[in-house]
Every structure is written in structure tokens, then in C-alpha cells.
């Protein structure tokens, strides 16, 4: 299975979960280094966007796939064990305790999770620190340009 991660040129090889561990994000907390990564190239530029401030568009950003083996088990969490307010911002910590228990249990070296950006679709974390992580490759990495109109004022 590809799935794809969107960020700048200078992190492209970066593939030890370093820039969520220092901000945190909806699925772990500060100091917990995690990959998030998306089922579409779409939802990525979705994700992207929701985080920058309109009229800014995103430069030196690249398109990064990630090769899963179809071997490989995938943890999922589902919207029905998921608390109501699981998709409010900011994230809260009910979703972070997920993903933290997630690398600190290390059952799964992927765990899929529902998107809020997009409905329907999902992401997938990565968890670096797992045994079987080092059998995930990394594909192509290509510049990626936004199209302005997502960030019109």
C-alpha cells in the first residue's frame, strides 16, 4: 500500500517522526515522535491546508510516497470507540492519548486513522521506534506546488 506525506523539501528524508514530536499534533502529544501520513496525495494537500493562514501559500513543499508491505499488519481506530468532541481544535487529549499508546505499546508499526479534514477518508501514522518500521520504503519524493485558490482571502 502507498500512502503519501507532504512537507517541506528540507524534512523529505526525515523519517523519524522529529517534527511531531516537537509541536504535538491531534494524534500524540509533545515529545512523542510519530509519522502522519495520508491514503491520497488529495487529502494530504487538504490536511496541509487547514493548517496555514489564508492568503500564505505553502512553499518548498514536496510530495513523499511511503511504501507499506502488504504484509504488514494495520492497527485501526475507528469513529465508534472515538469520544464526540474527538474532531475539535485544539486537539484534544483524548486523541493524543490514542496515538501515544499507539508508539508506546508497539503493537503496530501503521495504525489508520478517520481524517477530520476530509470525511470518509483516512491518515496513517507511522511509528518509527516499531521493529518491523525499517521494512516501510520510502518511494518518490517530487516538488509540489499548492493552487493558490485554496488559500484566497
Known amino acids: 500500500m502507498i500512502v503519501y506525506r507532504l512537507g517541506r523539501s528540507k524534512y523529505a528524508a526525515d523519517l523519524a517522526g522529529k517534527g511531531a514530536e516537537k509541536t504535538?499534533?491531534?494524534?500524540?502529544?509533545?515529545?512523542?515522535?510519530?509519522?502522519?501520513?495520508?491514503?491520497?496525495?488529495?487529502?494530504?494537500?487538504?490536511?496541509?491546508?487547514?493548517?496555514?493562514?489564508?492568503?500564505?501559500?505553502?512553499?518548498?513543499?514536496v510530495m513523499i510516497s511511503l511504501d507499506i508491505p502488504a504484509a504488514m499488519a494495520i492497527g485501526?481506530?475507528?469513529?465508534?470507540?472515538?469520544?464526540s468532541g474527538w474532531k475539535t481544535f485544539p486537539h484534544p487529549h483524548s486523541t493524543q492519548k490514542e496515538g501515544d499508546d499507539f508508539i508506546s505499546k508497539g503493537k503496530f508499526?501503521?495504525?489508520?486513522?478517520?481524517?477530520?479534514?476530509?470525511?470518509?477518508?483516512?491518515?496513517?501514522?507511522?511509528n518509527p521506534r516499531h521493529k518491523d518500521f525499517k521494512k516501510i520504503r520510502q518511494g518518490m519524493v517530487e516538488p509540489f506546488s499548492f493552487d493558490e485558490r485554496l488559500f484566497k482571502k
Open 24 to 61: 504535538g499534533g491531534r494524534w500524540n502529544s509533545k515529545g512523542v515522535g510519530m509519522i502522519y501520513s495520508c491514503a491520497s496525495r488529495a487529502l494530504c494537500t487538504a490536511e496541509v491546508a487547514v493548517h496555514m493562514p489564508l492568503g500564505i501559500i505553502p512553499a518548498d513543499y
Open 76 to 83: 485501526e481506530i475507528t469513529q465508534s470507540p472515538l469520544p
Open 109 to 126: 508499526a501503521v495504525l489508520k486513522v478517520p481524517s477530520v479534514v476530509v470525511q470518509g477518508e483516512f491518515n496513517y501514522l507511522l
